[in-house]
């Protein structure tokens, strides 16, 4: 599984990607630093339309240490009024 990370931890900066071409569109902040690499899986299409979001899960938050970093989805339920659900594979 490969992943994009768009927003590095400890950022205060959300980076926007064009999901499917990975072409940098602009910038936007954040209320609060990303605590985890957040970003996407690659060739993957969620019923939203864009790429299945993800962060990578580490012991301790700002790390990034590759292969064995744990990937959690995010499993969004907003269109029914419930919070996201993180599942954790890895």
Same mark, same amino acid.
């Given at each position: 599984?490969?992943?994009?990370?768009?927003?590095?931890?400890?950022?205060? =900066?959300? %980076?926007?990607?064009?999901?499917?071409?990975?072409?940098? *569109?602009? $910038?936007?902040? =954040?209320? %609060?630093?990303?605590?985890?690499?957040?970003?996407?899986? *690659?060739? $993957?299409?969620?019923?939203?339309?864009?790429?299945?979001?993800?962060?990578?899960?580490?012991?301790?938050?700002?790390?990034?240490?590759?292969?064995?970093?744990?990937?959690?989805?995010?499993?969004?339920?907003?269109?029914?009024?419930?919070?996201?659900?993180?599942?954790?594979?890895?």
């Amino acid at each position: 599984m490969k992943v994009f990370i768009q927003n590095e931890a400890g950022s205060s =900066v959300k %980076r926007c990607h064009n999901e499917k071409t990975l072409e940098f *569109l602009r $910038t936007a902040p =954040v209320s %609060r630093p990303y605590p985890f690499p957040y970003g996407f899986v *690659l060739h $993957t299409t969620a019923p939203d339309g864009w790429n299945v979001d993800c962060l990578i899960l580490t012991k301790r938050a700002g790390e990034f240490h590759g292969p064995e970093a744990a990937v959690a989805y995010l499993e969004s339920h907003r269109d029914r009024g419930l919070p996201a659900v993180v599942s954790r594979t890895g």
